[in-house]
């Protein structure tokens, strides 16, 4: 499975939301809801943000929230703050029974 | 607390094997599938290989597949990626990372080990 498509960057002032796509397939998002998406600050290991396309875990704030039509997962960021910069990776299962991860997306808090 | 440790990583020359470590606590090691992802430098994430909790399922990514071999000791709460025949594009930070079933999400991941493949 090739990698999922993300924009390579996207940018925000502070308090505005933006999305951020991941375009995969019928093999992979377009067939299930196991969408994840991870968010990587330098250095550090990644972080888990949103699972099965809209669901978030404890402890991750309300600002996030995910969405899936067809092929394509987003993430949306309401409310930017500067912790939010970071890259974050989409992810899905596939029909292959493997994961495969998008090309990955640079938040710039402008 | 949830911790995983990774270990074994280091430099080792093309065609050289090395075996990663990974071991886990603070959570029932054996009610869970494991799984290995790789980062090359500068570069994005790439899943590598997963495993059942009982180790009845194996997977791995086309790209090491026959060269990599993962495995586990629920009894030492520990995860192990076996590496043959090692490439330059091998060169990457391994993270392991735990989830509940192969379709759920990575909940948790460690911090990750750094091998360099490099003559």
């Known amino acids: 499975h090739s990698a999922l498509t993300q924009p390579a960057s996207v940018s925000g002032s502070p308090g505005q939301s933006i999305t951020i796509s991941c375009t995969g397939t019928?093999?992979?998002?377009?067939?299930?809801?196991?969408v994840s998406w991870y968010q990587q600050h330098p250095g550090k290991a990644p972080k888990l943000m949103i699972h099965?396309?809209?669901k978030r875990p404890s402890g991750v704030s309300y600002r996030f929230s995910g969405s899936k039509s067809g092929n394509t997962a987003s993430l949306t960021i309401s409310g930017l703050q500067a912790e939010d910069e970071a890259v974050y990776y989409c992810s899905s299962y596939t029909s292959s029974s493997t994961s495969v991860f998008g090309t990955g997306t640079r938040v710039t808090v402008l | 607390q949830v911790q995983l440790v990774e270990s074994g990583g280091g430099l080792v020359k093309p065609g050289g094997s090395l075996r990663l470590s990974c071991v886990a606590s603070g959570f029932t090691f054996a009610d869970y599938y494991m799984t290995w992802i790789r980062q090359a430098p500068g570069k994005g994430l790439e899943w590598v290989s997963d495993i059942s909790s009982s180790s009845t399922y194996i997977n791995y990514a086309d790209s090491v597949e026959g060269r990599f071999t993962i495995s586990r000791a629920n009894a030492k709460n520990s995860l192990y990626l076996q590496m043959h025949s090692l490439r330059v594009e091998d060169t990457a930070v391994y993270y392991c990372?735990?989830?509940?079933?192969?379709?759920?999400?990575?909940?948790?991941w460690g911090q990750g080990t750094l091998v360099t493949v490099s003559s």
């Open positions: 099965d396309v809209s």
């Open positions: 019928s093999s992979d998002i377009g067939n299930y809801n196991y």
């Open positions: 990372a735990r989830m509940r079933l192969q379709w759920e999400p990575f909940d948790f």
